[in-house]
């Protein structure tokens, strides 16, 4: 089973005041990162990611709006999956990159004229 986690890397505010509101998130970095151990001896874990960025609109005056010092990881990325980021699309992705490398259907084996003579 394969554990999916979830990030905002950075974000990005407004220098200026914008409908009465200061540093108002404009764009945010996100990754969603998974790892899965197969069940070799030793075992090995596999890891995939994908990231982006995710734009918001504008607070309206009078509207809700939280002061930046006081964001949290999951508000924001409640933001990006209501702003265009498919969170299960993109966990779906995620998981089927970690299933490709488990169980792979090519590789890549070594050329057959440098292989040792036996």
Avoid: H, K
Avoid at 58 to 68: D, H, K
Avoid at 83 to 105: R, S
């Amino acid at each position: 089973m394969s554990t999916i986690t979830w990030s905002i890397d950075w974000m990005e505010t407004s220098t200026q005041t914008i409908n009465g509101f200061s540093q108002v998130v404009l764009t945010a970095g996100w990754r969603c990162s998974g790892s899965q151990a197969n069940t070799s001896t030793p075992p090995i874990t596999y890891y995939s990611s994908s990231y982006g960025t995710c734009t918001f609109p504008e607070p309206q005056e009078g509207g809700s709006f939280t002061p930046y010092a006081q964001l949290t990881q999951s508000q924001v990325l409640g933001w990006c999956w209501a702003n265009g980021v498919n969170q299960t699309a993109t966990e779906a992705a995620i998981n089927a990159n970690l299933a490709a490398q488990l169980n792979p259907t090519q590789v890549q084996n070594p050329l057959p004229w440098n292989t040792p003579a036996a």
